[in-house]
Nanobody
Framework: QGRLVESGGGVVQPGGSLTLSCQGS????????GGWFRHTPGPTAFLVAA????????YYDDFVKGRFTISRDNTKKIAYLQMNKLDFGDSDVYYC??????????????????WGPGTRVTVSS
């Protein structure tokens, strides 16, 4: 599958915001359900948010509901994670990932087989 590369991580104060981007490539991007994960890549990752192929349906972990928004622009082959009201507990390495699907995203990280290298988010006062 196509390579995924994250960007946008950094250091932010509590209550601040960051926007993470995931740049894909190739026509496979539009066939991928997408997810943002934290902590580790692969089967032991923690799911933060997921989105279907077209961006019409979304899933959020309870810890980020109302604060984070996942979106995608298939014309640009980019997925985003808008992170608002950041708190100390949000500090981690964030990964974007995808899997081929005819429909909605899987919520189990083991189903994702295309992972980016990660970008670090640090919330610090």
């Amino acid at each position: 599958q196509g390579r995924l590369v994250e960007s946008g991580g950094g250091v932010v104060q509590p209550g601040g915001s960051l926007t993470l981007s995931c740049q894909g490539s190739g026509d496979s991007f539009n066939r991928l359900a997408g997810g943002w994960f934290r902590h580790t890549p692969g089967p032991t990752a923690f799911l933060v948010a997921a989105i279907d192929r077209t961006g019409e349906t979304e899933y959020y972990d309870d810890f980020v509901k109302g604060r984070f928004t996942i979106s995608r622009d298939n014309t640009k082959k980019i997925a985003y994670l808008q992170m608002n009201k950041l708190d100390f507990g949000d500090s981690d390495v964030y990964y974007c990932a995808g899997h081929i699907t005819p429909g909605g995203p899987r919520l189990t990280p083991s189903f994702y087989d295309d992972w980016g290298p990660g970008t670090r988010v640090t919330v610090s006062s």
